[in-house]
């Protein structure tokens, strides 16, 4: 069965509508891992509409069980990173308009970039997993550019809008997953996982860790974080 691991990124959004210092994702860390999340993701956007350097360097202090950090394939970033050494990074494409990450990374087209990155991470023992769409080509690349991981991206699967289409598209994870392990990377996988989506992917035994945010941020404001990321554990686990 697949961990848990809570993004965080939209306590800040909600912090960040406001331009105050709450609520703090911070807290939100301590709570999603007092509650059973095995891992806490942050997204430090280029443009940090959400999530600040601020938010980075506390919670590289902070999270006891594990943190992941989501990043463009920058120079920027890379140092960023470096500084703070978060247990791993996770590699995405950025555009600046988006409202969240939409498709997953070109591997085969930013190879030089991406390899980059992966050197300068291993060197300070940062894993480096890349968000890739499930297809065999990004999956091998990603191979080849020596990452230790690959996350699934899940959105087409998540915003299928027939069942036919949402079957094929499980299909897609169901086979990167098994072609991920086959070449030895570690696999995870994220985006668009909800309540009520979440168990066809977490049946997968491939994977390893499941990437959620804003669903269980947004069923935290009706029942508390501590009772979303408790109710999401336990549809993953049953
Ligand atoms: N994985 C990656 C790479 C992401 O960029 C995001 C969104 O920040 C997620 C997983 C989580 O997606 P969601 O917020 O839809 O659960």
Redesign the pocket.
């Known amino acids: 069965m697949p961990e848990l691991m809570v993004?965080i990124?939209h306590v800040a959004t909600l912090r960040e509508a406001r331009g105050v210092n709450y609520p703090d994702p911070v807290y939100a860390a301590g709570i999603a891992e007092m509650a059973g999340a095995r891992g806490i993701i942050i997204?430090l956007r280029e443009d940090r509409r959400h999530i600040k350097d601020r938010d980075l360097k506390i919670l590289s202090d902070v999270v006891r069980t594990k943190l992941n950090l989501?990043m463009a394939a920058t120079p920027e970033m890379t140092k960023i990173a470096e500084r703070a050494k978060p247990d791993m990074i996770?590699l995405?494409p950025e555009k600046r308009q988006e409202l969240?990450?939409e498709g997953g990374l070109d591997v085969i087209r930013s190879a030089a970039k991406i390899e980059k990155v992966v050197r300068a991470a291993r060197k300070h023992g940062i894993l480096v997993s890349l968000?890739i769409d499930p297809e065999e080509s990004q999956i091998k690349a990603s191979s080849s550019v020596g990452a230790d991981m690959i996350?699934i991206h899940t959105g087409a699967y998540a915003d299928a809008r027939t069942s036919r289409i949402r079957e094929k598209e499980l299909k897609k994870v169901v086979r990167a997953a098994s072609l991920g392990r086959e070449l030895g990377l570690g696999v995870n996988a994220?985006?668009?996982?909800h309540y009520h989506n979440v168990r066809e992917i977490a049946v997968i035994p491939e994977i390893n860790e499941l990437?959620?945010?804003?669903?269980i941020i947004a069923r935290a404001l009706f029942v508390g974080l501590d009772r979303a990321v408790r109710d999401m554990i336990e549809l993953i686990k049953s």
């Open positions: 993004n990124d997204h989501e996770t995405v969240t990450t968000f996350e994220g985006h668009g996982l990437s959620i945010g804003h669903s």
